[in-house]
């Protein structure tokens, strides 16, 4: 998303009051705050390069870290360490807009960071069709529904969501770009997977406001209160477990109505192949060498076996050009069905195969030139991804 021309939207606004030091950053599409408790001996705020103090604080070694403001700079320092960094006024700094009242529930992070993963990819980049550059969400009996599309491709998923307002029906368009966001901070928070911190809560809120304008994403929790503005002075409290620090993650919504998506989907597909994902994506990359110099298109070929008994078959990727030469493999699959040829876009492949959990795949399709389906084997995993196919040379 583009970025205001303006200078203060490359720094961080700090604030220290009370018990807590809050971090604010905005590009004015999202806004990230986050809340961390500590020692504050008198209140006050300033706005520093976020850059460049990101940088110098990564570099510090563990321990208490003091944050004073001393005339017109911040000085941070620990353990011998000292960094000042020039300032400019908070007052400069926009609003937040804050998501007070709407729509809220409860996601798990796990679900949520594994949903978002299979369907971002396939927004569009360009802002050519914003509508396209988001996620449609649609929540519905408890049940959050997200589907991303770029025209070429369409990824699909579904993950439940609890909380008092979990059986509302909404439907809200978010950025892909926010949503890849909120998920990288969950997973930086240390909140998902086997690793996940023992103790903390493995769910974060999200509220969609009452105007559909505006979606905010809160994750984990502090205490403290608000004190009186004053000069800044505060050190950070003894070191804690990661992930317990507050995080709110602010996004505008898309306005606009998303495509009617399910139109495209076909109803029944008279092949099915059941495919090995690692020999699926390395038969694509062989393939994809000779790709590059003829538009990226490789062709897929799937050949029942002979006589079209049983489910035994070959599958082929091959792809041509005329000033590197061309390639060929192929493998055995299962295969039921009349079998055909198709051509994609190999980065699209290899972009929906990297997100697929597990070893094998299903892949299904029709003729040579309506859209092919890619799920998992698993009856109950309700991902599935559409995909276009190219028009074959003659």
């Excluded at 018990?19 to 706005?47: C, F, H, Q």
């Excluded at 439940?160 to 029906?169: F, I, P, Q, R, T």
Aim: hydrophobic residues 40%.
């Amino acid at each position: 998303m583009p970025r205001a021309n303006l200078p203060i939207l490359a720094n961080v606004l700090i604030k220290a009051a009370g018990k807590e030091l809050e971090l604010l950053a905005t590009n004015l599409e999202t806004a990230t705050r986050v809340v961390l408790e500590s020692k504050v001996e008198s209140g006050g705020e300033a706005t520093v390069n976020g850059k460049t103090l990101f940088e110098f604080i990564s570099q510090l070694p563990e321990g208490e870290i003091i944050i004073e403001k001393l005339g017109e700079e911040l000085v941070v320092s620990c353990k011998g360490y000292s960094g000042r960094f020039t300032t400019m006024p908070a007052e400069e700094f926009p609003a937040i807009p804050k998501v007070e009242k709407g729509i809220l529930i409860e996601l798990d992070c796990d679900s949520f960071v594994n949903g978002v993963s299979r369907v971002v990819f396939s927004a569009a980049q360009d802002e050519g069709r914003p509508i396209l550059t988001g996620v449609l969400c649609d929540l519905a009996k408890s049940r959050l529904k997200m589907v991303a599309t770029d025209g070429y491709r369409l990824s699909f998923e579904e993950i439940n969501a609890k909380g008092a307002n979990a059986s509302s029906s909404i439907k809200f368009n978010i950025p892909a770009k926010a949503l890849g966001e909120f998920a990288k901070i969950i997973i930086e928070r240390g909140m998902v997977g086997e690793e996940a911190n023992k103790g903390d809560s493995r769910n974060f809120s999200l509220m969609v406001s009452e105007g559909l304008n505006q979606v905010s994403f809160k994750l984990g929790g502090h205490n403290g209160k608000d004190a009186a503005e004053g000069p800044l002075h505060s050190e950070a409290s003894e070191p804690r477990p990661k992930g317990r620090e507050q995080v709110e993650f602010t996004s505008r919504l898309i306005e606009g109505e998303f495509p009617n998506w399910q139109k495209i989907i076909p109803g029944s597909f008279n092949t099915k192949v059941k495919i090995a994902k690692d020999e699926f994506i390395k038969l694509v990359r062989i393939a994809s060498i000779f790709a590059r110099d003829a538009g990226n298109i490789v062709k897929l070929k799937f050949e029942p076996s002979a006589g079209g008994s049983g489910r035994g078959g070959k599958f082929s990727v091959n792809a041509a050009s005329s000033q590197t030469g061309s390639s060929e493999a192929a493998s055995d699959v299962e295969i039921e069905g009349k079998g055909g040829e198709m051509a994609f876009n190999f980065r699209y492949l290899l972009e929906v195969l990297a997100q697929v959990p597990g070893n094998e795949v299903y892949f299904e399709m029709n003729e040579s030139l309506n859209p092919g389906k890619l799920t998992t084997v698993d009856p109950k995993d309700p991902f599935f991804h559409i995909i276009m196919p190219v028009r074959l040379q003659s």
